[in-house]
């Protein structure tokens, strides 16, 4: 089985500076970073008003499924999408393959100007995956949940 | 694939209902949703057509409680049974760590419940897993209904691996909550193991 992706606090707290630091370069609403299986990484900005679960799981559906069409078409991905409502808009990139930075803006922003700052915290990210990569991937490091006992799993669903 | 988060004490897993069409891999996730405690779940999202069948996927988010000071969040999805949706189940297979598969016990409907068992293991192939391996449970849904299979002609055809199997009631939640237990269990086994 694939061993997932593990986060550890010092790449949290990197990743988490540079999605706040894009909210504001960008003068976005929400900026949020999914993996491509739909699970929420960060989220920064005023994201409490949103059903973030929601949106991350979304967010996955709609990346596969342009992803599939790419395909289709002879392109291995699309790398980015751009969605414009009449209010709010919805700007999501691939980062490193494996990731999804969205971002939610409004009329108080230019989409160049979040493409511009996406272009930079993209870069950015994408070592940080790398560098996680790396440090799941060293000999010796401990399986986060070796220590979980079978009683532990029977116990969480006897109530 | 499995997400764990230091940072946040979190374990997400993703768990697949999987099977043909009107098996009631929907009704499964709908009778959880309904059952389960507004803190310990998410809001449910169907995409589905007009006539309410699932077009793209269902997913529900759900909240197991606490292992060791980690949050076990599970994220139950389903997929399209209909055939011609095969490209939308392959992608909703990506990053899966548990699969269920729901089976119609309806004796016409056996020949799609093998079709799609085996639509299974070469989705799941394509995305380099092996249905011999994931952890995995069968339920035997619709036992109600008048013109059912028995359990060991089910069985036989359709658990080789003789994973754990559970006869259901999806509407009624008969057996819903025994199916989805155990295949949390064996996701939580799985990562605990390493896998």
């Given amino acids: 089985m694939n061993p997932g992706l593990v986060m550890y606090e010092e790449e949290f707290r990197k990743i988490s500076g540079i999605c706040d630091r894009l909210t504001r370069d960008a003068s976005a609403k929400v900026v949020f970073l999914v993996d491509k299986n739909g699970q929420l990484i960060a989220a920064a900005g005023q994201s409490q008003d949103l059903d973030t679960t929601s949106l991350a799981s ?5 990346v596969a499924a342009m992803g599939g069409l790419a395909k289709l078409i002879g392109e291995s991905e ?3 999408q751009f969605h414009e409502g009449a209010h709010e808009s919805i700007h999501m990139s691939i980062v490193g393959g494996k990731v999804v930075l969205v971002v939610i803006f ?3 922003t230019s989409l160049g100007l979040v493409r511009l700052r996406v272009r930079k915290a993209s870069d950015e990210l994408a070592r940080i995956f790398e560098q996680l990569a790396r440090r799941q991937a060293a000999p010796g490091t401990p399986n986060p949940l070796a220590e979980i006992t079978d009683d532990d799993i029977d116990n969480l669903f006897s109530a | 694939m499995s997400f764990i988060n230091y940072s946040s004490r979190e374990i997400n897993c993703k768990i697949v209902y999987y099977g043909p069409g009107l098996c009631g891999k929907t ?3 709908q ?3 309904a059952r389960t405690s507004p803190e310990a779940k998410g809001k449910m999202i169907s995409l589905a057509t007009e006539t309410e069948r699932t077009l793209f996927f269902d997913f529900l988010p759900l909240s197991l409680g606490e292992i060791r000071g980690f949050k076990t969040r599970f994220h139950l999805y389903t997929v399209p049974g209909q055939v011609f949706y095969d490209a939308s189940r392959k992608l909703i297979l990506k990053g899966v760590d548990g699969v269920v598969f ?3 016990s309806q004796i016409e409907r056996m020949e799609a419940n093998l079709e799609s068992v085996e639509n299974l293991r070469i989705n799941l192939s394509e995305q380099g897993y092996d249905l011999n391996r994931i952890p995995y449970v069968v339920q035997y849904n619709k036992r109600d209904l008048p013109n059912v299979a028995t359990v060991d002609e089910l069985h036989r055809l359709l ?4 994973v754990p ?3 259901a009631v999806a509407p009624t939640g008969v057996g819903v909550f025994d199916t989805l237990k155990q295949v949390a269990k064996l996701v939580l086994t799985e990562l605990k193991r390493g896998g």
Avoid at chain 2, 159 to 162: A, E, H, M, V, Y
């Fill in chain 1, 78 to 80: 699309f790398p980015s």
């Fill in chain 2, 31 to 33: 009778y959880v949703y």
């Fill in chain 1, 106 to 108: 409004d009329s108080k």
């Fill in chain 2, 159 to 162: 658990n080789p691996r003789k």
């Fill in chain 1, 58 to 62: 979304l967010t996955a559906g709609n």
């Fill in chain 2, 102 to 104: 729901v089976a119609d």
């Fill in chain 2, 165 to 167: 199997e559970f006869q």
């Fill in chain 2, 27 to 29: 009704t499964n996730l």
